[in-house]
């Protein structure tokens, strides 16, 4: 009898590794990385160019209900392109894929469109293709971003050494708390014919959730600089699984100090209005679309001069800490992470 192992088993990102690790011998020596980062890297000559996609899906990603159409295409974009951005390199193209249901008309399909042409010109990115086709419920999209770097400045996971600082941009949780104001309202409202939901002074966590931004200024501001990190990832699982996969990539473990964490006042607030906890929605709630990047340690005071950015820990050899304000120390997990990092047998 064949052997039956369920999904929950492997966890998300084993059963990624499972997957593509027949696929890990490549035919073409223009294939410089395959699966395992950010965007895939293909050698272009002068310069090299990344791949990435992204599939978003009704009822998974978003919910139509309190998901306006425009910012869903905006966000589609973003979420696209931070894939590129992580590897410090430039989006310049996508393609933008939809399955679509007869309960939407041509109207719905113009204003999502119109939400991913504001973010392709707010980022010079060209959009050069897609498809479209018929869908039996729902709506599902799904975006190849295409981007280019100096081979130089190429950045990937795997580059993380021992005593480099954890640094991080903008702050982490609030798209998470935006996400469950939303589902509250949506609860509370539930059979009312014109829900008038109150949202006055939650603004920032919910312009976090349905319109994050692309953290392309980020890679402008390392470049001035004359910065390559020496590995980073963009922040889309939380803190705890992405940076776990930098350290899996990297082999090297890592120190956080919960404490060095920038929480916004207003995902404070939500998370205590929800009686909630913040670090859950800083180490798992995702979607926040800000960098986690590594410096080596002589370059501290240069990266803190751009303001915005946090040292939050340093890498270690072995082992993943999350350090209380006391000074006692937590195992780092997350869902769907199962694979040790870098540990002693």
């Known amino acids: 009898m064949k052997t039956r192992t369920e999904i929950s088993a492997l966890g998300q990102f084993g059963l990624v590794d499972r997957l593509t690790k027949p696929f890990a011998q490549h035919h073409n020596p223009s294939t410089v990385v395959g699966v395992g980062d950010d965007a895939a890297v293909i050698d272009a000559g002068d310069k090299y160019q990344l791949l990435s996609t992204e599939l978003l899906l009704e009822g998974i990603h978003f919910d139509l209900t309190y998901f306006p159409l425009k910012h869903l295409g905006y966000k589609a974009v973003v979420a696209g392109c931070s894939d590129i951005v992580a590897m410090n390199a430039k989006p310049r193209q996508l393609t933008l894929s939809i399955g679509v249901s007869a309960r939407f008309a041509v109207e719905d399909l113009e204003e999502l469109y119109e939400g991913a042409r504001t973010a392709c010109e707010e980022w010079g990115v060209d959009l050069v293709g897609g498809d479209t086709t018929a869908s039996v419920n729902g709506l599902t999209l799904s975006v190849t971003a295409i981007g280019e770097v100096d081979k130089e400045l190429l950045v990937r996971r795997s580059g993380a050494k021992p005593n480099d600082l954890v640094c991080l941009t903008g702050d982490l949780g609030a798209a998470y708390m935006g996400l469950h104001l939303l589902e509250r309202e949506k609860i509370a409202f539930q059979g009312h ?4 939901p109150d949202f006055e002074g939650h603004e920032y ?23 390559v990190p020496t590995s980073m990832i963009d922040i889309t699982d939380g803190l705890a699984s992405d940076a776990l996969q930098l350290c899996k990539s990297s082999g090297c473990g890592i120190r956080l100090y919960l404490e060095r964490i920038p929480i916004a006042q207003g995902t404070r607030a939500m998370a205590e209005e929800l009686n909630a906890d913040p670090i859950v929605a800083v180490l798992n709630g995702g979607d926040d679309y800000e960098l986690l990047f590594t410096v080596p340690l002589e370059m501290k005071d240069k990266v803190l001069r751009f303001g915005g950015i946090d040292v939050i820990g340093h890498i270690t050899a072995q082992g993943a800490v999350l350090v209380t304000p006391d000074g006692g120390e937590l195992p780092l997990t997350a869902p769907g992470f199962e694979s040790k990092v870098a540990e002693d047998e």
Do not use: T
């Open 205 to 227: 966590i919910l312009r976090k959730w349905l319109k994050p931004e692309l953290r392309g200024d980020i890679v402008d501001s390392l470049a001035a600089e004359g910065i």
């Open 193 to 196: 014919n014109n829900p008038q």
